[in-house]
């Protein structure tokens, strides 16, 4: 098997887009992601990002990616699982001997992590299995009081709270967290209102033929009254109705309540990820 390095995102996604692309839903995290910093780096991160892929001749077995300070994302299409993993411990090493963690599909990112540990003698702290949704038309579902609108600048200060809350409950999210500005501007941040906001949902990472939906948030003394059921079933109304094909959601499956809303919606599983964190 052989390391590529590539310079940015535009040659990365150059020579595996197609491999990502032929299940945009289960590859969306690495796929969006690649797209967003090969349009907008600055956005994503200060620092280079670093790309990689795996290879058996002319066959991409696996493709990896990194914004520092963030997690490793890794993505496998073929291939011996531990010869892969070995030699994406020795293509990161080459450039980080420290990384927070790893993402990506939960066979490959199982034995990575326990590699990329036993190479550097530290242990993983905190493991956060998830499961990959994706929508393709959303169900008919009761929607709470109140209305569904695009979150604006004046909104950032909230917003901001709301989402370092939900980094915090749920450990999922950039850190540094990045400034949201940019996402408001744009229109990618949505509120559920009644009377005031109530919950929040985010959409993102924007793929040929679907678009992420994250930051699901409702204030803990709020839950319980359909809010974040009615702002999601509604961005995912929004970016169908936007021309995309199909939504793409992550969950934390040691919450129950949360994949049970999604799926009523009109979610179905695509296949299992797994996040380890890294002392």
């Known amino acids: 098997m052989d390391i590529t390095y590539y310079a940015n995102a535009t040659d990365f996604l150059a020579r595996t887009g197609a491999y990502l692309a032929i299940d945009e839903a289960r590859y969306g995290l690495i796929l969006g992601l690649a797209k967003g910093v090969a349009k907008s780096p ?9 790309f990689c892929s795996i290879s058996t001749g002319k066959v991409i077995n696996a493709a990896a990616m990194r914004t ?13 699982l531990e010869a892969i993993a070995e030699k994406l411990v020795m293509a990161v090493s080459k ?9 990506g599909d939960k066979k ?10 036993n190479t550097y003698g530290i242990n993983i702290t905190d493991t956060m ?6 929508l393709d038309k959303v169900n008919e579902v009761t929607l709470s009081p109140g209305r569904f609108r695009p979150a604006t600048v004046a909104d950032k200060e909230l917003v901001d709270e709301w989402r370092h809350a939900f980094v915090i409950e749920t450990g999922v999210g950039s850190a540094p967290e990045r400034d949201i500005t940019p996402a408001l501007e744009i229109g990618w941040i949505f509120l559920w ?3 005031v906001p109530v919950s929040i949902a985010h ?14 948030y409702t204030p803990p003394e709020l839950r319980g009254r359909g809010y974040a059921t009615s702002c999601v079933a509604e961005l995912s109304r929004n970016i169908l109705q936007s021309g995309k094909e199909f939504c793409v959601l992550y969950t934390d499956l040691s919450n129950p309540t949360s ?14 990820s797994v996040q380890h964190s890294f002392g």
Not at 95 to 103: N, Q
Request: with cysteine; net charge positive.
């Open 42 to 50: 600055e956005r994503f991160t200060k620092d280079k990002p670093w």
């Open 68 to 80: 520092p300070p963030n997690m490793l994302i890794a993505a496998h299409f073929s291939g011996d």
């Open 193 to 195: 209102e009644d009377g």
């Open 203 to 216: 959409k993102s990472r924007p793929t040929d033929k679907g678009m992420n939906v994250s930051g699901v």
């Open 259 to 272: 994949n049970s809303i999604y799926i009523k919606i009109g979610y179905q599983p695509v296949g299992d």
């Open 95 to 103: 450039d980080f001997k420290m990384i927070p963690g790893v993402v």
């Open 108 to 117: 490959l990112a199982d034995i990575l992590a326990k590699k990329w540990c």
């Open 129 to 134: 299995a998830q499961r990959i949704y994706r």
